[in-house]
């Protein structure tokens, strides 16, 4: 049984998509109705506002938490059907393929507009909301402290930190994961290609496209209010000028004749060592990114919250150290093979013999064996990720073995090792 006892004043810090997953949740989750939930957030720091490809778990979880039916929330979400992602110009064998979620062609996430998704989550939350700057979140005695620009400081059993980005990396707090090779993302928003006709939510399958690009890749979403397009690339190793002009000539391509500039987003590729102490929890983009490659952020977010809760709801408060180090342990293990996964998809190269994809294939994503070290990184992702390449590689793959997973489940490495030719 659930017991919210050790959890009377909960503060959960952002307002992005992780904030508000996380508040909806403790919501829904806490069985309680006498605790204290404060959600924090400065309304002059905006939201990141993309993130607009999910995993399939997150249709069942925002059933759960708005308690709508599925089809309400997909409107609400001005969302379609992702089924997978269509890969084309990927890889050595010349030839586009889909990472199809599986079962196929029956399990599907959504492609949704973030900010319908986070008005979604706030009108299941109950919360007491303050707007205001928090310059500190530091574990204390039983709990943890939160400092506040001009408030007094405030005392809480669990806080979840979900301020977006780390402001800079640093060896001892995060793991660097750059053997995936992209930094920057130029964000355009076009007209919709898929749209509502009728009464209820658009049935049509639809992928995320990820197109291999000379200085990159450029995803393609389409939402029933627009189309969502990204080019993903290194600024280190192409200029913005180049990428914009190889931008236009794609959509010109494409057909698309207008588009709204919408932003230019540099972003790190890390796993935080201390993603859950016992009192402080990082979920989001504060605990981990990596390129937008599998869409991999809203689903580790679940993850994080969902883990992070469940401990402390189920267990009793006594095993509380020792089972921090434990969930820290799982959920790094966890990010850091999402990150092996994203960076293996460059391994291979793709149809571009261009500056960048020969330095991504032959220069960053060898690293990984450095970075991912389990003396470095404390925790076993390598090892987990190898033996995934390892059973690809056998001439016959055990029925036991076909449920295991890295992060993904071992159907999406033989679909893109397939698909890559590698
Ligand atoms: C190009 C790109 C594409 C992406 N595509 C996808 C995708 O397809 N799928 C996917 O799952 N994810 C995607 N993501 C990831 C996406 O960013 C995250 O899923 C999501 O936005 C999580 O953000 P967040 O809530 O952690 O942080 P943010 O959205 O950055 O929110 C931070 C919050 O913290 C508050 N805050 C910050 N500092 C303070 C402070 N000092 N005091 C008080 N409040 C503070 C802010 O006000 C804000 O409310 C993409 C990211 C990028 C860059």
């Not at 979403?221 to 690339?233: C, E, K, M, N």
């Not at 500039?261 to 796993?271: E, G």
């Amino acid at each position: 049984m659930p017991d919210g006892k050790s959890l009377r004043k909960i503060a959960i810090v952002g307002r992005g998509t992780a904030g508000s997953l996380a508040a909806a949740s403790v919501t829904s989750l806490h069985p309680d109705s006498d605790y204290e939930l404060h959600h924090i957030y400065d309304s002059r720091i905006p939201v990141i506002g993309v993130g607009e490809g999910s995993w399939p778990s997150l249709v069942q979880q925002l059933q759960q938490l708005t308690k709508l039916p599925h089809a309400a929330v997909q409107q609400r979400l001005k969302g379609t059907r992702k089924y997978g992602v269509a890969f084309e110009g990927w890889g050595r064998r010349n030839r586009d393929f889909t990472h199809y979620f599986t079962p196929q062609q029956v399990s599907y996430a959504y492609h949704l507009s973030a900010d319908f998704m986070a008005e979604l989550l706030h009108e299941s939350t109950r919360a007491h909301h303050i707007d205001a700057n928090v310059v500190n979140i530091a574990r204390v005695e039983g709990g943890a402290e939160v400092e506040f620009e001009e408030r007094a400081p405030e005392r809480y059993d669990l806080v979840f930190d979900a301020r977006g980005f780390p402001k800079e990396l640093h060896p001892d707090h995060h793991i660097d994961i750059s053997f995936i090779p992209t930094n920057t993302a130029v964000i355009r928003r076009c007209p919709a290609i898929v749209v509502e006709s009728g009464e209820g939510p658009v049935l049509q399958h639809t992928y995320t496209r990820a197109v291999a690009r000379p200085h990159g890749w450029i995803f393609v979403i389409p939402l029933t209010v627009h189309t969502s397009y990204g080019y993903i690339f290194n600024r280190e190793v192409s200029s913005l000028d180049d990428v914009e002009a190889d931008f236009d000539a794609f959509l010109n391509a494409d057909g698309v004749s207008e588009f709204e500039q919408r932003a230019v987003i540099p972003f790190p590729n890390f796993v935080h060592r201390q993603i859950y102490d016992g009192a402080v929890a990082r979920i989001g983009n504060a605990a981990a990114f990596m390129e937008p490659l599998e869409a991999t952020a809203i689903v580790s977010a679940q993850l994080q919250i969902g883990m992070v809760l469940h401990i402390r709801l189920n267990r009793p408060v006594e095993t509380l150290e020792r089972d921090a180090p434990v969930v820290n342990r799982f959920l790094v293990n966890n990010m850091l093979c999402y990150g092996l996964f994203v960076g293996w998809h460059y391994s291979c190269g793709s149809q571009y013999d261009s500056e960048f994809w020969r330095n991504a294939r032959d220069h960053v994503w060898p690293q990984h064996r450095v970075a991912a070290d389990p003396d470095v990184v404390d925790c076993t992702a390598l090892e987990k990720f190898d033996d995934m390449i390892e059973l690809l590689n056998r001439p016959v793959i055990e029925k036991a073995d076909w449920n295991r997973m890295c992060a993904v489940p071992f159907t999406s490495y033989a679909q893109m090792s397939q698909g890559l030719g590698c």
